[in-house]
Nanobody
Framework: QVQLVESGGGLVQPGGSLRLSCAAS????????MGWYRQAPGKQRELVAG???????NYADSVKGRFTISRDNAKRTVNLQMDSLKPGDTAVHYC?????????WGQGTQVTAAP
């Protein structure tokens, strides 16, 4: 059974940084294209960063140049370094597959950028 557990969220001032981590189990992690998603109140969930099993990373225009996605196949984790956070980044952040039907969603981790 696939399980995705996100952590690392919190409250930061605008301009601050956070590092999110996602631990995956129950799948062959190294061959999966993974991504970080976010869902703000009243909005649909959106993909903000993707990292294939091989190849280049990709980012939504809204986070390009500020967020960096990485993965550690040995530890079965995918991480999101978030710098220069803006109030518009406030959302619950989730990890999941990026190019296949999503697996069951984890609980997510709340990121809030506010004074």
């Amino acid at each position: 059974q696939v399980q995705l557990v996100e952590s690392g969220g919190g409250l930061v001032q605008p301009g601050g940084s956070l590092r999110l981590s996602c631990a995956a189990s129950g799948m062959i992690f190294s061959i999966m294209d993974m991504g970080w998603y976010r869902q703000a109140p009243g909005k649909q969930r959106e993909l903000v960063a993707g990292i294939p099993s091989g190849g280049s990373t990709n980012y939504a225009d809204s986070v390009k140049g500020r967020f960096t996605i990485s993965r550690d196949n040995a530890k079965r984790t995918v991480n999101l370094q978030m710098d220069s956070l803006k109030p518009g980044d406030t959302a619950v952040h989730y990890c999941n597959l990026s190019k296949s039907i999503p697996r069951p969603w984890g609980q997510g981790t709340q990121v809030t950028a506010a004074p």
